[in-house]
Every structure is written in C-alpha cells, then in structure tokens.
C-alpha cells in the first residue's frame, strides 16, 4: 500500500451511484486510494442486499439502524455511533435497514487473510 498524503474530502462533492438491493436500493459516494476504498453508503428504507458478501469491512453507522445478518443466523443490530470490523472470508454477511441508514465504510487489502 502506498502513502496517502493529507486529503480533505467534500463528501458534498462526490457523485453518488446507485445499487439496487433486493429490496430497496443503497447510494454509494465512492473514494479509491491504492488498496483502500472508502464509502459513504446510505440504504433507503426496506432496504435488503442482494447477496451474501465474504469481503471483509470496517463499518461505522453514521445515521439510523441496521442490521448485519451473518450467514450462520447471527444478527446484531448496529446504531448510530456504533461500529463493525470483520477481516476477508471470515463471515458472510448481509446488511438490512427498515428505516434506513447513513454508513462510513472502509475496506481494502489490509483485512485480506494472508
């Protein structure tokens, strides 16, 4: 991974791209460094992923609630100020929000499994 100099970022200033779910739909504002991604993401109300994800993420709820459904039945629900980590292919998890929710997500090489 290379160095990231000081970066000041107008998330105001980032176009936002639209990812339908399964149900429901997730608007992603999108940075990419070398080996790291960096997103706002908000999921409308309803909203549910249309797959089961094995990448690894650290996930901080900015505004609202969701839920993290984790493929062997598990599901913890995440609220504003609260956060997850989870390395690469250590969970298959899927996100869910009734109401709808502003995230922080960060996600790259670093928690790739060697």
């Not at 504002?29 to 706002?40: K, V, W």
């Not at 909203?47 to 609202?64: F, N, Q, S």
Request: charge should be negative; charged fraction near 20%; glycine fraction near 8%.
């Amino acid at each position: 991974m290379n160095k990231i100099h000081f970066t000041a970022i107008d998330w105001t200033t980032i176009e936002k791209t639209v990812h339908k779910g399964e149900t429901g739909t997730s608007f992603w504002q999108t940075l990419q460094f070398d080996g790291i991604r960096m997103r706002i993401v908000e999921y409308s109300a309803g909203y549910l992923a249309d797959h089961w994800c094995t990448k690894g993420h650290i996930v901080h709820c900015l505004e609202g609630e969701f839920e993290s459904e984790l493929s062997d039945g598990d599901t913890f629900t995440l609220q504003k100020g609260m956060s997850y980590i989870v390395s690469d292919d250590l969970s298959s998890h899927r996100s869910f929000s009734a109401t709808g929710v502003k995230l922080l997500i960060i996600d790259g090489n670093f928690l790739a499994q060697p």
